[in-house]
Every structure is written in C-alpha cells, then in structure tokens.
C-alpha cells in the first residue's frame, strides 16, 4: 500500500487537499487527513503537487506507423517510457495508413506487451483501408473474441484511404455496433478523418436518415474540421481532437459552442506527420507524433489560455473514459477507480506517474522502463 499526502486532488474536478491511499491497483481511501499506523504502507509528501487522473490516449500507432515515402519512412514502435513521460497510463493502439507490413498479429502482441508491462492498453482492429483487415476474418469476430479488441479502425475523406461509400459505411459501423453488444463493449468504428473538404459530412449525413446511434461514430483528427466536430456533439457524438500546436487556442471556440463532454483528444502518437506538397503529390517533408503533445496542449491552455485545469483535464481523462465506457475505474481519481494517478508540480509539469498502483515516475524520475529499454 502507499499514501499519498497533501495532495490537491482534481477528479478530474477541483477536490482540494488530500490524503489518497492506494493499494491493490485501486483507490482505497481519500480524506483531508488520513493517519494509518499499518505495516508496510509507503508514503510519498505530494505537498504543493496536483493529482490529477491518469491520461488516456485514445489514438496511438503503438507499433508504428507511416512509411508513405518508402519502407525507411515507416515510423518506430512505441516504448513504455514514452508512455510514462507523456502521463499516459491508458491508450488505444492501432495501425494507420499501412495495413500491409504492420500486422493486427504484431498490433494484438503489442497491446498484451504493454499490458504486461504495467499500463492498461486496449487496440483497434483494421487499418485506413475498406475492406477491413483483421485477424479472424471478420470484424465482429475480432471485437467478440480478442479482449484487448475494442473497435475497428477507418479512413474517410483522405487519400490515403479506400473512400467507402455509404453502403459500405453503415455495413461496417452496424457490425462493429453489433459485435460490441455482443462482447460488452463500446463497439466504436474510430474514423481517421482527412482533409478532405467533405469531412465527416457523410457519417452526419448516416446519422440523419438511420437509426444508427451516433456513438459508434469516433471521428478524429477533428481540429482541421472545427465546425463539424461542433456539429457533431450537438447530434449526440464524440467529436476527436488530434493535439497540436494550434489546439490551446481551438478550445475557446469548443468550450463556447459544443458539448464540451463529448470532445476527446488524442496525440497521434508514433503516426507519420507527412507533410504534401500543394497538389498532395510528393512528400516534402516527414515527422513523427509524440505523446508528450497530448498533456503539452491541456498545459498550454492553462498557462497560455487562461482555462481553469479542471476544465481542460477531462478532455484527455474523463471525457475519453466515459466515451470508452471505462468511467470511473480509468479518468477518474475516486475511491474504487484505479490507482491510474499522474503528479503535477507547481508549474504544472509531469513529475510523478502511478499506472495501476505502482510507481512509474516519482520526482521526474523514471522508475520503470520497457524490457528492453537502456
Ligand atoms: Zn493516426
């Protein structure tokens, strides 16, 4: 067990001071005082330190991803301590533009790996293309048997991917709804969106004239979309922002005009960032998505943005929690969620990370690194 003393909590609402026990993976206990006279209990003064719920990313290229510009511009695997740096201590996985050389197979192993190495991970199945890419054959039977399997993956409006048509759209969002019913999962169909003028027209185009719910509709990559991601939480979805540089100055625009608890951000981590020339011919230039971006913009709208923590932190904790039915055991620090904690010092920088009870970073010191990192 380990205490955790004069901390100011954010639940991710403003708590205030207090002690927070933790032990067997979850939240035991959490008062303003908290004396305990028991063997074995750690304790760590967290005084002056925020506590705030463990980040979830929902949107990682955990074995890489990219490689538009040849096989040397595929882009490299996630590590655990970019995870731990980044106060992420749950993320989704999956493939992006390449559904060839990177594998459901090498995603699914990936996903058990980090697992095992102490943070929580979940995968998607499929890549940009249509049809799908899966493990068993099919959809439903990768979301009904594989457990770290909660969605499919899509690309729509870029040209990068296979431009479902209508058809073929609802056909795939229907099965992943069905198959999540079936396994007691969200069932999400997590829609890469491009640049394409048309955005996410089509899925709110589904939304009007079926009864499909729209929350089987994950679109992101909704930054360049604004107006439609807007659009889109007032129809009753999540709309996903991929964090950049631009998105401490978007959130005003959010905050004002959308239901700011269905917006969830994501980092695009280890995705390739390609930059096109004008006619989106040639590559002119290549980069790589960091998770530390994810925290880096909800700390950007604080110190630049003048937004309170409390309202920025739920768009990568509880926002994401509750849109992936994990609310409150992951984006939430309550008694019974897990011990999923990240400690913010006075300038509000990552200096301590507990992933599922244990100590990952403590005094930005990492005390856990992946099984084969230095
Ligand atoms: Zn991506």
């Known amino acids: 067990m380990l205490l955790l003393k004069n901390a100011e909590v954010y639940g991710p609402e403003r708590l205030g001071k207090r002690d927070v026990l933790l032990g067997g993976g979850q939240v035991l206990a959490m008062e303003e005082e908290l004396t305990l006279t028991l063997p074995g209990v750690e304790t760590y003064d967290a005084k002056g330190r925020a506590l705030v719920p463990g980040f979830l990313d929902q949107h990682v290229h955990s074995i890489g991803g990219g490689g538009e510009g040849g096989p040397h511009t595929r882009t490299p695997e996630l590590l655990l301590s970019d995870v731990i740096k980044a106060g992420v201590t749950t993320l989704v996985g999956l493939l992006g533009t390449d559904g060839i050389t990177r594998t459901m197979e090498a995603l699914i192993a990936k996903t058990k790996a980090l697992n095992n190495e102490g943070v929580t991970a979940f995968c998607l199945t499929s890549a940009y293309q249509y049809p799908p890419v899966t493990l068993t054959g099919s959809v439903m039977r990768d979301i009904m048997y594989i457990q770290e399997v909660i969605g499919c993956k899509l690309a729509i409006a870029d040209h990068r991917g296979s431009h479902p048509n209508r058809e073929e759209l609802i056909r795939l969002v229907s099965d992943v709804r069905m198959a999540g019913l079936l396994a007691g999962k969200p069932g999400v169909l997590h829609i890469h969106t491009g640049a394409a003028p048309e955005g996410i027209e089509p899925i709110m185009e589904i939304v009007r004239t079926t009864d499909i719910p729209p929350c ?5 990559h909704l930054g360049r979309h604004l107006d439609q991601a807007i659009a889109f939480t007032h129809m009753g979805g999540y709309a996903d ?45 290549m980069g790589v998505g960091r998770m530390t971006n994810l925290y880096r913009a909800v700390r950007r709208m604080v110190t630049e943005e003048g937004i309170p923590l409390e309202t920025a932190l739920p768009f990568i904790t509880s926002n994401v929690a509750r849109a992936l039915e994990l609310y409150p055991r992951k984006g939430a620090v309550q008694v019974g969620s897990d011990a999923d904690l990240v400690l913010l010092d006075q ?24 099984t084969f990192e230095e």
Do not use: Y
């Open 347 to 370: 300038d509000l920088s990552i200096c301590g990370v507990f992933a599922k009870g244990r100590p990952m970073m403590w005094e930005k010191e990492l005390l856990a690194k992946g």
């Open 241 to 285: 922002i991929t964090t950049k540089d631009d998105t401490p100055s978007q959130v005003h625009q959010l905050l004002e005009e959308a239901v700011a608890d269905h917006i969830t951000m994501s980092s695009d981590s280890n995705g390739s960032m390609p930059k096109w020339d004008s006619k989106r011919e040639r590559i002119v230039g």
């Open 216 to 220: 089987h509709f994950r679109p992101t």
